[in-house]
């Protein structure tokens, strides 16, 4: 089993930015990631990284924008956004697997966070 803990969410303005973290704790994982579900949509891939080699994978809605990175000795994973806008808003959850190189849909993932809220107000 894989306990995740994100934080840093909040309320920001359009074109602020913001950092989440992702604490993991339990057995060691592969691939961890970050989703994110607005009000009335489904759980769309934000950003992926391959826990040894350190490989990244984006949606193209915020490639460019966010950053995913990891602090190995934290067993910790961040995803840095900027030029934050409106569409963004949405619970950002973390995922992890302990098995295969991740992927982009959440059923690539078995193990979540409870999710963090980041509204960005126009």
């Known amino acids: 089993q894989v306990q995740l803990v994100e934080s840093g969410g909040g309320l920001v303005q359009a074109g602020d930015s913001l950092r989440l973290s992702c604490a993991a704790s339990?057995?060691?994982?592969?691939?961890m990631a970050w989703f994110r579900q607005a009000p009335g949509k489904e759980r769309e891939f934000v950003a992926g990284i391959g826990w040894s080699g350190g490989s990244r994978w984006y949606a193209d809605s915020v490639k460019g924008r966010f950053t995913i990175s990891k602090d190995n000795a934290k067993n910790t994973v961040y995803l840095q956004m900027i030029s934050l806008k409106p569409e963004d808003t949405a619970v950002y959850y973390c995922a992890a697997t302990r098995s295969g190189v991740g992927g982009r849909g959440p059923r690539d993932f078995a193990s979540w966070g409870q999710g963090t809220q980041v509204t960005v107000s126009s």
């Open positions: 339990g057995r060691a994982v592969s691939a």
